[in-house]
């Protein structure tokens, strides 16, 4: 959609949801497989690094944007939202390589021999 203050803020919001449910995934994942608890964003992200699920540049990425999204509550600043809005994008990305990552890491192992989709 073209740019609008309504869809900046939506996609802020919509930021917001996603942040949370994928760092709750990661909880769980890494609680799961890898033996790991982590109570917070900042510790799962790094953990992610540990686990061979991304690079230290995207962890870095990861980092920066746990620190936006605890700054979406002051959105209310016009600034705030603008230099949060213009990162977004590179944010889902990273956050849609990271759940391939893991959707990759929870497929279930073919026997050999099996060639079926």
Request: hydrophobic share 40%; charged share 30%; with cysteine.
């Amino acid at each position: 959609m073209p740019f609008s203050v309504i869809v900046r803020d939506a996609t802020i919001q919509r930021f917001e949801y996603s942040f949370e449910s994928l760092w709750k995934l990661l909880k769980l994942y890494l609680a799961e497989r890898e033996g790991v608890i982590c109570n917070s964003p900042k510790r799962c992200f790094r953990e992610v690094l540990n686990a061979g699920l991304l690079s230290a540049k995207e962890v870095v990425v990861c980092l920066t944007m746990t620190d936006d999204r605890n700054l979406t509550s002051h959105t209310y600043i016009e600034a705030v939202a603008e230099t949060i809005y213009k990162k977004l994008f590179r944010y889902a990305a990273v956050m849609g390589k990271l759940l391939r990552q893991i959707e990759r890491q929870l497929e279930p192992e073919k026997p050999d021999g099996d060639f079926s989709e």
